[in-house]
């Protein structure tokens, strides 16, 4: 059962972008008012930003900085985000920057989201080097917790290798999850993959959450400048 | 080769470092290579070294200077207007003859410029960015494994010359995410350095690291003893990868992220039947003249792909003696060819659509 503010957080570089955005659209396609906020005060590539039209067609409507994805280095947060406080019945995705400094722009959140029905999902990528073993996982979320000022309800295990992702690489993130699961407490709410993998796992994994790749293969500076990456061999 | 990892060009850049030895890194903020720095100041404390964020980019780089002149393996890096604050520095490591390695994440510009990627310092770093006669060693990488194998080879050609190297990336390497591997072990060369002055011990005599000359006609000697080194590395230092390149009418030459769409257009080109091929330089200085030299003897003209306002194409005129045409496709601030605008130039090259 989703609750009315979902919160993607972890180490930079865990997918937390990609899987904010193909959780908001889930929601979306469950029937519910859907907003998607970025709150990622660190990054300024790889933004929901990028994925501004696959959310349009979707209707889940977008909050962002109009600085992201520009020559703009600018650490803000926009003002609008308070919008999915203010409205009943909207359910609210909170997509927040890499690591502890990422966390830090959710502390100013952090009240009114205490006040209200909440999940703070930890988003985890055994691939990553910084957070391949589960004691690691667990020294970024204590930092993540204090800069934030918020809790942890539970775990997405977002093992990937990106292209490289394969059925049996990501069977062998299971117990990687669930150890992360007992060092912490916190219960794994989701073990995401890739759509076309996530069909040939069913029935081998519980919770399975499948999903699609938008805007993180891309590049995109403006309209003229096409998917960059797709051009890499 | 372990187990494989999801990384950032930039967290390579700090993992291998580590990997090949690195205990000291010296820097300060800047987009697009912060991630670099980042990583150094999570990981170096935990195996022993140090990771200091100097006031500026002119107190890193002399810090590498000290380092290095204490005989350790040392490592600064940043993105372009932050390297331009270093070369001063960088002059003063090449008179002192002093290994380090400096990684440039380039952006666009001139002067602020913007934080997407670029490849515009290539002039600065392969003609010695600071003042006087002198020259860095320079690698481009461009996949993030690559990345890996250029920062062993550059600390290890640094310490065998004794002259700073250069990782001369760009912001899509030092962003974008692909899997990588590391050698379990690492094995990286090292070389004595008794010139270090790393304490007397009451066994030698007093080192001096230094590059002020009183007298001219030492200043000179020293000079030309450099470049005698020069000239080796050139004879024997040039690194480049071929693409198709056998029987190409048209050479293409492109360099780290650039080389990657260039090898798209190419495959495309040779659909339509036309003869592409690519040099893809690994050093930048030295840049790999005998192969373009070569490539001339058959070619019928060079195309130079590069992210800046036509610099390396001096390079590949100069290499190949000015005896094909040599035509640039280039976008620059920030923006990025599409294998599209390249195949293009190619088809232009070749003397128009067949």
């Known amino acids: ?233 | 080769m372990g187990e494989k990892f999801l990384m950032k060009g930039n967290e390579a850049l700090g993992e291998a470092a580590i990997l090949a030895g690195c205990r000291n890194f010296f820097g300060y903020p800047i987009t697009p290579q912060t991630e670099l720095a980042a990583y150094m100041a999570k990981k170096l404390p935990k195996v022993g070294g140090v990771f200091l964020q100097a006031e500026s980019e002119v107190a890193a780089i002399n810090m590498v200077y000290g380092a290095s002149a204490a005989g350790k393996r040392v490592m600064t890096s940043s993105s372009s207007p932050g390297v331009s604050l270093k070369s001063e520095g960088m002059s003063y490591l090449a008179g002192s003859d002093l290994p380090a390695l400096i990684v440039n994440v380039q952006r666009g510009g001139p002067g602020l410029g913007g934080i997407q990627p670029a490849q515009s310092d290539y002039f600065q770093a392969t003609h010695g960015p600071g003042h006087g006669d002198f020259r860095l060693l320079v690698f481009a990488p461009s996949t993030v494994q690559e990345v890996v194998d250029m920062v062993f080879l550059a600390f290890e050609k640094a310490d065998e010359y004794r002259m700073p190297s250069m990782i001369l990336a760009d912001g899509i390497l030092g962003q974008m995410m692909e899997p990588v591997e590391f050698p379990e072990s690492a094995h990286v060369k090292t070389f004595e350095k008794p010139w270090a002055t790393n304490g007397m011990q009451g066994k030698r005599k007093k080192n001096i690291v230094n590059s002020l000359y009183l007298q001219p006609d030492e200043l000179e000697r020293e000079n030309f003893k450099r470049f005698e080194r020069y000239q080796k590395i050139c004879d024997t230092e040039q690194r480049w990868e071929e693409f198709m390149l056998d029987d190409a009418e048209v050479v293409v030459v492109a360099y780290g992220a650039s080389a990657r769409i260039a090898k798209n257009a190419i495959r495309a080109a040779r659909e339509k039947g036309i003869r592409a091929g690519l040099v893809r330089p690994i050093t930048l200085w030295p840049f790999p003249e005998k192969i373009l030299r070569e490539k001339a003897k058959t070619a019928k003209a060079f195309v130079s792909v590069e992210l800046s306002m036509g610099q390396m194409i001096n390079d590949i005129r100069l290499a190949i003696e000015c005896t094909k045409p040599v035509y640039l496709c280039n976008r620059v601030g920030g923006m990025v060819m599409t294998p599209d605008e390249i195949e293009a130039v190619i088809v232009k090259a070749q003397g128009g659509a067949k």
């Not at chain 1, 600018?74 to 019945?89: L, Q, R, Y």
């Open chain 1, 1 to 233: 059962m989703a609750k009315q503010i979902t919160i993607f957080a972890g180490h930079y570089g865990s997918g937390k972008t990609n899987l904010a955005v193909n959780y908001a659209i889930a929601l979306r396609k469950a029937g519910h008012e859907v907003v998607i906020c970025d709150v990622d005060i660190v990054n300024p590539y790889f933004r929901t930003k990028d994925s501004e039209e696959v959310l349009r067609e979707n209707g889940v409507r977008l909050i962002a900085s109009p600085f992201a994805n520009s020559n703009l280095d600018i650490p803000s947060v926009p003002p609008e985000t308070s919008a999915a406080f203010d409205v009943s019945g909207m359910y609210s995705v909170f997509d927040v920057g890499g690591d502890d400094s990422g966390a830090v722009a959710l502390g100013q959140f952090a009240d009114r989201m205490n006040e209200r029905e909440h999940e703070m999902i930890l988003v985890i990528n055994r691939h990553r080097l910084l957070t391949s073993r589960p004691e690691e996982v667990v020294t970024y979320m204590r930092e993540i917790e204090a800069a934030a000022r918020m809790r942890f309800t539970g775990i997405a295990n977002n093992s990937n290798l990106g292209p490289q992702t394969t059925c049996e690489g990501f069977l062998q993130s299971l117990p990687y999850a669930d150890a992360v699961s007992r060092l912490t407490g916190l219960p794994v709410l989701m073990h995401c993959v890739r759509a076309d993998l996530a069909e040939q796992l069913a029935g081998k994994v519980p919770l399975l959450f499948p999903v699609h790749i938008y805007g993180k293969s891309e590049w995109k500076i403006s309209e003229e400048r096409k998917s960059f990456f797709h051009q890499l061999t």
